[in-house]
């Protein structure tokens, strides 16, 4: 067996981050789909309002694991190869914890007749959008 060349941390922190913007939007879309049809499972508004304070905060949260503001700088050329899966760790990371809250806003949509998660979550994708890195 040949061993396998070692991931290159640039193409996942280009990769990763679409498919979890990707997700975020399928699951709202479902969430308004169902809520408009009315077609939720009656659950707690409770969770609504909880969707909705994660949405709102996630982006907080984002920043402060990421470390590098709203809208992170272009990577720069000849990072070191330590530096660069850091980076891309965190980027990963970034997007996780945006997807999360989009996707708890999406399915409380679905559980509960409320339809303001879903205006809440369009600030987490609408984060995502703006910090997506340039295609490797």
Known sequence: ??????????????VV??????TSVAVLAVGAVLNSQGQTAGGPAV?????????????????AVRGQGLVAPPP????????????ARRTVVFF?????????????????????????????VAVMALNLPPRA
Request: hydrophobic share 60%.
């Open 1 to 14: 067996m040949s061993a396998s060349p070692t991931p290159d941390p640039q193409k996942a922190a280009a």
């Open 17 to 22: 981050p679409r498919a979890l913007l990707g």
């Open 47 to 63: 969770l609504s309002w909880l969707a909705v304070a994660w949405a709102l905060a996630s982006p907080l949260a984002a920043v």
């Open 76 to 87: 720069e050329a000849g990072l070191a190869p330590g530096e660069a899966a850091g980076r």
């Open 96 to 124: 996780a914890v945006l997807e999360s809250a989009a996707v708890l806003a999406g399915m409380a949509a679905i559980v509960s007749p409320p339809p303001w998660p879903l205006a809440a979550g369009l600030v987490p």
